[in-house]
């Protein structure tokens, strides 16, 4: 699972690595982004890749917790990740399978393993797969979650659903039965899990000195 992740790459940046890794023309971010942040929680904002042709896309702000079409507000349990396995068949992701596929930037997730959390990253922007509802212009997005691979399988048995750059607009612009053919563990070349503080289980806790272990500050 992704129950916690980072983004600290400027607007302006992200903006690039939609053009140069995912291959779009154009990119906006028409309202902005939220903040840098280092302990991004469920229901909080996040920033979402919504393709509208395979030249043009913008980066926007959605509640992190999708909240499915028949909802009318956002009480419950945040459906921050979905997996990939059922994803096709739950109500609740159903219809954003079919027509709100995006893709989600981050600069790394924390995850536990015997309660010490890690910091798992690239050095660079990944793009996870996921799905984003809009309910009367209000957006909410979740993680597509599959089973984990080497080198991260002993962190923990779930991870997202990282694409490869080819994969971005597979997953955002395909058909039904093209996207299907990502909903398998994802490439983890190039991923390295290091420890971090404890202090990230925290959520009022958000700094960038949670990317290392304690007392090294």
């Given at each position: 699972m992704?129950?916690?992740?980072v983004?600290?790459?400027?607007e ?6 939609a053009r140069?890794t995912?291959?779009?023309e ?7 982004l939220?903040r840098a ?6 229901t ?5 890749l919504?393709?509208?042709n395979?030249?043009?896309a913008?980066l926007?702000p959605?509640r992190w917790?999708?909240?499915?079409h028949?909802?009318?507000d ?5 459906l921050f ?5 059922t994803?096709?068949?739950k109500?609740?992701f159903?219809?954003a399978?079919?027509?709100g ?8 997730y924390?995850e536990?393993h ?6 798992i990253?690239t ?15 209000q ?13 991260l399988?002993?962190i923990h048995?779930r991870?997202?659903r ?5 994969q ?9 039965e ?5 909903l ?10 290091k420890?971090a503080?404890?202090?990230?289980g925290?959520?009022r806790?958000?700094y ?5 272990p304690a007392?090294?500050?």
């Amino acid at each position: 699972m992704c129950g916690r992740f980072v983004l600290f790459t400027t607007e302006d940046a992200l903006i690039e690595a939609a053009r140069d890794t995912a291959g779009y023309e154009q990119v906006t971010a028409p309202q902005g982004l939220p903040r840098a942040r280092y302990n991004i929680a469920p229901t909080t904002p996040i920033a979402i890749l919504r393709a509208h042709n395979a030249q043009e896309a913008s980066l926007e702000p959605a509640r992190w917790g999708l909240i499915p079409h028949w909802k009318r507000d956002d009480s419950g349990p945040p459906l921050f990740n979905a997996r990939a396995e059922t994803v096709r068949e739950k109500p609740s992701f159903r219809s954003a399978f079919q027509h709100g596929r995006c893709a989600i930037p981050m600069d790394g997730y924390y995850e536990w393993h015997n309660k010490q959390p890690y910091w798992i990253s690239t050095g660079h922007v990944i793009w996870v797969a996921g799905l984003v509802q809009d309910n009367d212009g209000q957006l909410s997005a979740t993680m597509i979650t599959t089973d984990s691979e080497a080198p991260l399988e002993w962190i923990h048995h779930r991870m997202p659903r990282f694409l490869a750059p080819g994969q971005i607009k597979q997953w955002m612009l395909g058909s039904d039965e093209e996207a299907a053919e990502l909903l398998v563990p994802g490439p983890t070349e190039g991923f390295e899990a290091k420890a971090a503080d404890p202090a990230v289980g925290n959520v009022r806790n958000d700094y960038p000195e949670l990317l290392q272990p304690a007392g090294l500050f």
